[in-house]
């Protein structure tokens, strides 16, 4: 709803914790007294808000490693706004560890916070998040219980730095690993790069998915105004926190929910936002998925509607050159906002957790770079929104970040070299005899929510050593994969319906000539539609099937990347009415 809108509740009022702590029954008395063996005075169960800091510190998940120092900032900040404050550490789906693909675990994650914020005495929450998943997928449960929530990141990482080169983390991982490849850098330079890639706690220094994610959130509402940039070890970061649990207090006072703040206007902000920043596809798959927890018909047609007329404004890696740091101290995503409306492309009522509308948040911001946030005459790319692909190989869609890729290749017809699977392609990759040149279009099959399973972050596939060592850094590649918000290259990714649910990319074989125009949003399969429908009568499924646990689960349940690749039986709000005590 647009922040004129917005009436506060009235205050004072009972919550609902206090179905768990009001009162002299047998029950209360139970879940009060087990509580105060941390040392609470009787008088904190008074009534007054119960904020849960839902806490996905994890030292499996370095991004966020920095999160119990940041969440006393929250406890600090709760407390001095009259708030009971209690940490609650939450799944969290690390990037870097998890197999096969954290993106199989965001659905799982989202489940078991729902199920925590629902079955526990927490009025408000605070949201404490950072490396890839654990963002959309607090967000998605904070969504589907719709208890009043407030964004808080940990901020990214200090700049790298090598050779007198800014190193960007995941960016320049992929490209000093094609210069090994390309005989430009050798394996011992590669491990001293190593050193310099991540040198402070913090998420990607680039505008990979952590930061896009972070820039969502904000853009959507759900965050303070500035919050997504704030470097991780800046004292800014920690006052932030601390303003955070103050607001939430306020917010459970008023009940300001989810509901209130994400609609569709405010999606909308946030498509465009990401076409500004340059941001990851990985956003395209995270906001449908946030969508359908709280009712709003998102579509594919309405990141193509949205971003397709947005210039990319954000100088930053992997489309530009500067990294969050410089981001930040140029006046953030505050700037960019401010620029979106300047230009009619911010829903400018849109309410945000602040109370006031996301215009009042950033109108008198100042943009202190105007190298790294460029004028619009000056945009990395005029048309930086996703561009959203279609045609007889995608009749769902697939995705291309122009901003990322290659102007050249934007329009190009190729003869497919097919990978069955990621195995497929690192059998053959490196081989000399490999029938391949950079005319060339690489497709990989069966890595999509289902085929992997869970869609890894595979589709951005390094190039083959004998078209390296030409000097030539791109080709087209298409899979049903994701990448990650930090490669770069011209990319089709998420296409839809995956191979392994028998959709059009399982059928394409060696040799056959696919056609791209992204200005005509065209991916097409040049074979006879007889011939397509033949092929696939006769496809059957190649990947593995899981007989039991969440892989199960998760295969049975998952839909198409179209849609946000959630559980069938997740999407929609499911409240958070107080369920029947335990004793």
């Known amino acids: 709803m647009s922040a ?32 105060k063996n941390q040392g609470y005075p009787h008088d904190l169960f008074d009534g007054r808000p119960i904020i849960g800091i839902l806490n996905t510190w994890s030292d499996l998940t370095p991004c966020n490693g920095h999160l119990r120092e940041l969440a006393e ?23 870097n560890t998890f197999r096969p693909t954290a993106m199989m675990f965001r659905n799982l994650a989202a489940l078991a916070i729902e199920e925590t914020l629902r079955g526990q005495p927490i009025d408000g929450a605070v949201l404490m998040v950072g490396c890839d998943k654990t963002t959309p997928s607090l967000m998605m449960a904070a969504a589907s219980c719709d208890v009043p929530s407030i964004v808080v990141t940990g901020g990214p990482m200090l700049n790298g730095y090598f050779q007198g080169e800014r190193v960007g983390s995941g960016t320049h991982l992929w490209k000093f690993s094609e210069m090994v490849k390309a005989g430009e850098m050798t394996q011992e330079e590669f491990l001293e790069a190593e050193q310099s890639m991540s040198r402070s706690s913090g998420t990607c220094n680039t505008m990979g998915t952590a930061s896009s994610m972070a820039s969502m959130a904000e853009a959507l509402g759900m965050a303070l105004s500035g919050n997504a940039a704030i470097p991780a070890v800046d004292s800014r970061r920690r006052v932030m926190a601390q303003l955070s649990g ?87 995503l505050p700037v960019v906002l401010k620029r979106l409306g300047e230009s009619g492309q911010l829903h400018k009522d849109a309410l945000t957790v602040s109370g006031k509308s ?23 790319t005029q048309q930086g929104g996703i561009a959203v692909l279609r045609g007889n190989l995608a009749p769902k869609g697939a995705v291309l970040k122009p901003s990322a890729a290659s102007e050249h290749l934007l329009k190009h017809k190729g003869r497919a070299v097919v990978f069955e699977d990621i195995d497929d392609y690192k059998a053959k990759i490196n081989d000399e005899a490999l029938d391949i040149d950079e005319t060339c279009i690489m497709v990989l099959k069966n890595c999509g929510p289902k085929g992997y399973p869970g869609m890894a972050e595979v589709g951005n596939m390094g190039l083959p050593p004998k078209v390296l060592k030409k000097g030539i850094t791109d080709m087209i590649r298409i899979s049903d994969a994701r990448m990650s918000g930090t490669a770069y290259g011209t990319v089709i990714l998420h296409t839809s319906p995956e191979a392994a649910a028998g959709g059009p990319l399982a059928v394409v074989r060696d040799g056959d000539m696919i056609e791209l125009d992204v200005a005509s949003r065209r991916l097409h399969l040049d074979i006879p539609d007889e011939e397509l429908e033949a092929r696939l009568a006769a496809w059957a499924p190649t990947h593995d099937l899981p ?25 929609g709000c499911r409240g958070n009415d107080v369920g029947k005590d335990s004793h």
């Not at 004129?4 to 007294?33: C, E, Q, V």
């Not at 900032?73 to 990037?95: C, L, M, Q, R, Y």
């Not at 954000?314 to 410089?326: D, I, T």
């Not at 008198?364 to 460029?374: A, F, P, R």
């Open 547 to 571: 007989g039991s646990g969440y892989a199960w689960l998760h295969q049975s349940h998952v839909e198409g990347a179209d849609t946000g690749a959630d559980l069938d039986f997740l999407k």
């Open 246 to 332: 103050r607001r939430i207090v306020q917010m459970v006072k008023d009940d300001l929910k989810p509901s209130d703040i994400l609609t569709k206007e405010a999606f909308e902000n946030a498509i465009r936002t990401n076409g500004a920043i340059g941001g990851s596809t990985n956003a395209v798959i995270h906001m449908l998925a946030l969508a359908g927890r709280v009712g709003i018909d998102l579509t594919l047609d309405d990141w193509d509607r949205c971003g397709r007329d947005v210039a990319t404004i954000v100088n930053l890696m992997p489309s530009g050159k500067y990294l969050m740091e410089e981001f930040f101290y140029a006046g953030g």
């Open 73 to 95: 900032k929250v406890k600090a900040g709760v407390w001095e706004a009259g708030g009971f404050p209690v940490e609650v550490p939450v799944f969290s789906a690390s990037e």
């Open 4 to 35: 004129k809108d917005f009436t506060p509740a009235p205050w004072p009022r009972k919550l609902r914790s206090t179905h768990w702590y009001s009162g002299n029954s047998r029950d209360t008395i139970y879940h009060r007294g087990w509580l």
């Open 358 to 380: 996301i215009w009042d948040e950033v109108k008198d911001v100042v943009n202190h770079n105007e190298d790294v946030i460029l004028p619009l005459e000056k945009a990395l």
